[in-house]
């Protein structure tokens, strides 16, 4: 098995927000270390329908993508962009030959607008500012962001540099530069730093002198051959997904056991999986300082103002006509039935698992070899096994302490690989959750009428061939792209948006051009001959939503204003008709509204 790569969120279910106590685990940070030699700003010819930018324009154009999505998935998070093999030096060792162009911060507007001035800048402007070169030693610039990472202030939970170059072989010959940048490599893998080479070109031969920096000799052979590197690309959206996939850090819901008989125990990690993403809360400002609002709810006893705590609560449970009463404690007790962890009830045929069983978004998990030392070969044997023979483990799940019972069928899923030997999905469970007795419903359906056989079958044909293998990452929701692109507009001081497609409405032309015979022949078998889709009949509307006849309006000229008051409808007159009949009665009407004439009206009526 490879290297795990999850695209897992943050965010809880509601289910998983009771009890349990969170810490904030630390930032993660990412160092994108970038080739600046001669050969990274030749066009190279690439794959028919993709586009000639230089290696070097490419790398900015996936670091610039990171940063705008950083600001809207993990703002943070830190950042750093280094240049190598540049003429000038800018870093605080002064090794040669290695620029510092942005520090370990934060994503923001004045970083994106400095890259994409940069994406502009012409290579002759690149070279007087800061040069070509192309005898950097790799030892130094990891050793330069290995330092980037040790001066940072912020409490960090992982630590990746991403690695562009074109040149498979940086020191031909130099034997002692390459052990360095090996012995260099192995100590970042020894302090929790992560290499990663995103490596470009047509001929590029990760085997002569990378493949030994990520692959080390003193691995053990599972570890050497879970390692697989990818292959070269010269695509600007390979790059974008590769460097997506690499940068994004899966952050655990938890870390649990996973027993599969007594004393037979393995360590596993559970991660969240797709989830609904929303739009970001408001945040109430100080109209003064501009900072944020903090809320403090403090709570008092009506009958003395005495400040209330936590341990005065108590939550009871009426039986008998009397209260029975609990403490909070003993309220989190009832659910501490079983110790936490994931326990092996038994196996199931993976058919026996239906889709209408969803009750709830499905956790993943993978294996935490880290904890238990050995876990790795257990859960890929156990992995192994399912997908053999077609089984589903059934356990009883409860992640952390306080969680509630649950139970869940572990849906083996393989490890798949594309055709540039890039992970797309990973191995591991999917942890779907079993619904209880009482979730099941008995729905009493009318005598309805059924569809012919011949009928279902035509609206299977139609559904087959609208049939396609649904990905959540294909499918961006629109008001929260609108809603982020104003924001980006607002920061970047942009003029004009980029329209925004919205890929959720279906596209009838292309419908109509794959089933447009098998829509006319359902259309014949379900409807009537003279039915026209362009024109469907009208219903009927029914006794009960028939309109009351409307009553008929008042004429006010029709009727004094003496017979007017009697009623109470003064107020049908309009302004010109109340001031005409007060003014014959040498009252005031100057300056004066129409409720204040409505009520001279009736005063003078005495009404």
């Keep these: 098995m490879t290297e795990f790569e999850y695209d897992a969120d943050d965010n809880l279910g509601e289910d998983d927000e009771e009890g349990g106590s969170w810490t904030f685990g630390g930032r993660t940070a990412s160092v994108f270390l970038i080739d600046a030699s001669p050969a990274m700003f030749d066009s190279q010819s690439n794959d028919e329908g993709d586009d000639n930018d230089p290696p070097f324009q ?34 605080s060792t002064d090794f040669a030959n290695v620029y510092i162009l942005q520090d370990l911060e934060r994503p923001g507007a004045e970083k994106i607008l400095q890259l994409e001035e940069l994406l502009k800048l012409p290579t002759k402007e690149f070279d007087k500012k800061y040069g070509h070169a192309s005898g950097a030693n790799i030892h130094d ?6 330092g980037i990472f040790t001066k940072s202030s912020s409490r960090l939970s992982g630590q990746s540099i991403m690695l562009f170059t074109n040149c498979d072989d940086p020191h031909p010959g130099d ?18 730093i992560v290499l990663e080479i995103l490596h470009m070109g047509n001929h590029f031969d990760v085997k002569k002198f990378y493949q030994d920096m990520i692959i080390r000799d003193d691995e053990d052979e599972d570890s050497q051959e879970s390692m697989i590197l990818a292959d070269p690309t010269n695509r600007i959206d390979e790059l974008t997904d590769r460097v997506k996939r ?29 989830r609904k993403t929303y739009k970001p809360s408001k945040v109430k400002l100080w109209k003064t ?48 039935i079983y110790p936490p962890g994931i326990e092996l009830l038994g196996f199931k045929s993976i058919k026996c698992i239906k889709p209408y069983m969803h009750v709830k978004p499905a956790n993943f998990v993978y294996v935490d070899d880290k904890t238990i030392e050995g876990s790795k070969k ?15 483990p059934i356990v009883r799940f409860i992640p952390r302490r306080n969680a509630s019972v649950a139970w869940a069928a572990l849906i083996p899923q393989a490890e798949e690989l594309d055709e540039h030997n890039c992970q797309v999905v990973p191995p591991g469970f999917h942890a779907c959750f079993l619904p209880f007795a009482d979730d099941f419903r008995n729905l009493e359906m009318e005598n309805l009428p059924r569809a012919t056989p011949d009928q279902v079958d035509a609206a299977k044909a139609v559904i087959q061939k609208l049939h396609f293998k649904y990905q959540p990452e294909s499918f961006d929701n629109p008001s929260l792209q609108t809603h982020w692109r104003n924001i980006e507009a607002l920061a970047l001081n942009r003029s004009t948006l980029d329209p925004v497609p919205d890929h959720t409405v279906p596209t009838n032309d292309r419908i109509l051009r794959k089933v447009g015979k098998l829509l006319d022949n359902l259309r014949d078998l379900v409807y009537p001959p003279s039915y026209d889709p362009a024109n469907p009949p009208k219903k009927r509307p029914s006794a009960a939503s028939t309109p009351a006849p409307k009553k008929p309006k008042i004429d006010p000229k029709s009727m004094s204003v003496e017979d007017l008051a009697k009623e109470g409808k003064v107020d049908k007159l309009n302004m010109d008709q109340l001031k005409a009949w007060l003014q014959e009665r040498g009252m005031r009407v100057t300056g004066k509204k129409k409720a204040q004439l409505v009520q001279d009206v009736m005063d003078e009526l005495g009404v």
């Design 58 to 91: 490419k790398a900015i154009k996936c670091v610039h993508a990171t940063l705008m999505r950083k600001i809207i998935t993990s703002d943070q998070d830190l950042i750093s962009v280094v240049f190598f093999n540049t003429r000038e030096t800018k870093n």
């Design 141 to 146: 610039a990891l050793r330069v962001c290995q």
């Design 175 to 192: 034997n002692q530069k390459q052990r360095q940048a090996r012995q260099k490599a192995g100590d970042l893998k020894e302090a929790g």
């Design 246 to 274: 690499l940068e994004h850090k899966q952050r655990t819901m938890g870390r649990t056991t996973f027993t599969l008989a007594p004393g037979v125990e393995m360590a596993v990690s559970i991660y969240t999986g797709v």
């Design 289 to 336: 300082t501009n900072e944020e609002v903090r809320y403090m709810k403090k709570e008092y006893l009506e009958e003395t103002g005495e400040l209330l705590l936590p341990s005065d609560y108590v939550k009871y449970q009426e039986y008998g006509k009397k209260k029975i009463k609990f403490t909070l404690d003993e309220v989190r007790s009832l659910s501490s």
């Design 378 to 392: 257990m859960f890929g044997a156990l992995l192994d096994r399912c997908l053999a023979r077609e089984v589903v």
